[in-house]
């Protein structure tokens, strides 16, 4: 049958746009949660303790995708290094670090006291 023989009302026409915008704006909605949940859970996996490649295997993504997430959430090796430091030990390890000594180090340095 052809097309043009028969031609859909507008208003169902109309309708049927109005309904696909609608279906869409959920899915953009959706994606955009989505995207959220796994930023997150690859700043807390970073956080935890796993290396990049095992978040980016985790998580089905490239590893410079991984990398990229947690540039933009402030996640670097010397930032997790620095984590569980009381205020004086986290001090003395960003002294350290300043003055050329690597994160790792200065970590247990800091963790000695003095």
């Known amino acids: ?16 746009i109005a309904a696909t915008t609608a279906y ?15 930023r997150l859970g690859i700043v807390a996996d970073f956080d935890a ?9 985790r998580w089905g993504v490239e590893y410079g995708q ?3 997430v947690l540039y ?9 290094r620095a984590q569980g430091l009381t205020d ?3 001090a003395d390890y ?3 670090v300043r003055q050329g000594v690597r994160s790792l180090i200065a970590r247990a340095i800091a963790l000695r006291g003095p």
Do not use: C, N
């Not at 303790?49 to 295997?57: D, F, M, N, P, V």
């Open 1 to 16: 049958m052809d097309e043009m023989s028969s031609p859909r009302p507008l208003p169902d026409i109309q309708a049927d």
């Open 24 to 38: 869409l704006a959920g899915l953009a909605r959706e994606r955009r949660r989505a995207r959220i949940a796994r």
């Open 49 to 57: 303790g796993l290396s990049r490649a095992a978040i980016a295997a």
């Open 66 to 68: 991984v990398a990229t």
């Open 72 to 80: 933009k959430a402030g996640r670097t090796e010397r930032t997790r």
């Open 88 to 90: 004086s030990q986290r």
């Open 94 to 96: 960003h002294r350290l």
